[in-house]
């Protein structure tokens, strides 16, 4: 089946850079998503990348390697309101299209 | 616009109980999906729905039921309820599975406590 590797935690100072990876099985791979949910909060999505390279948005920038399967998300000029559990999804079609989640990473923002 | 709404918010039953939850996506959304959130863990898929079909599920036992309505709502069933079964209940709604950007529209869940 699917499964994607993300470290467990990540903390950073406000201001700086942090990079969050995330390596995924090629099963049926069809794109790698990153979502961001505060404690208590409903996951939002951040980005989404299908084709090899970097998509940016703002301050938060993903990018992908199929040939390595493997992706990342970062952010740049940290806030304190930049402090969740960051998650890299799967997008996958097998029997069907389903999006896979990892664990998550949790970020600490620290002042 | 109205978001992707769920029902109730909270859920308290006991073991071998029935829950049902509900889900209505975003206007426009055919596809709905159902995931579970222990505490503090990864979001788990249970289920996905698009134009009233089941189209695929995850890795959770037959006792783990839903369905999804003409108008595109739709409701998780959970049977014989056991204490692992306590969690947070995401559903997200797209637009269906081969066209869409991979975005995902979650509503806040349904907590569901097991006792």
């Known amino acids: 089946g699917q499964s994607l590797e993300q470290p467990s935690e990540v903390t950073a100072v406000e201001g700086a850079i942090v990079q969050i990876n995330c390596t995924y099985q090629t099963s049926g791979f069809y794109g790698l998503s990153w979502y961001q949910q505060h404690d208590g909060g409903a996951p939002t999505f951040l980005s989404y990348n299908a084709l090899d390279g970097l998509e940016e948005t703002g301050r938060f920038s993903s990018f992908l390697s199929r040939s390595d399967s493997y992706g990342y998300l970062l952010l740049q000029e940290l806030q304190m309101k930049d402090s969740a559990s960051y998650f890299c999804?799967?997008?996958?079609?097998?029997?069907?299209?389903?999006?896979?989640f990892g664990a998550g990473t949790r970020l600490f923002v620290k002042a | 616009e109205a978001g992707v709404t769920q029902s109730p918010t909270h859920l308290i039953k006991t073991r071998g109980q029935q829950a049902t939850l509900r889900c209505s996506p975003i206007s426009g959304h055919t596809s709905v999906y159902w995931y579970q959130q222990a505490l503090g863990l990864g979001l788990q898929f249970l289920l996905w729905?698009?134009?009233?079909?089941?189209?695929n599920r995850g890795n959770f036992p037959p006792r783990f039921s839903g369905r999804q309505f003409p108008n595109y709502s739709s409701e998780l069933n959970v049977n014989a309820l056991e204490l692992e079964d306590s969690a947070l209940y995401l559903c997200a709604s797209s637009f269906t599975g081969t066209v869409n950007t991979g975005e995902l529209f979650f509503g806040e869940g349904s907590r569901l406590t097991v006792l």
């Open positions: 999804a799967q997008k996958a079609l097998t029997g069907g299209f389903k999006t896979i």
């Open positions: 729905y698009d134009e009233g079909e089941e189209r």
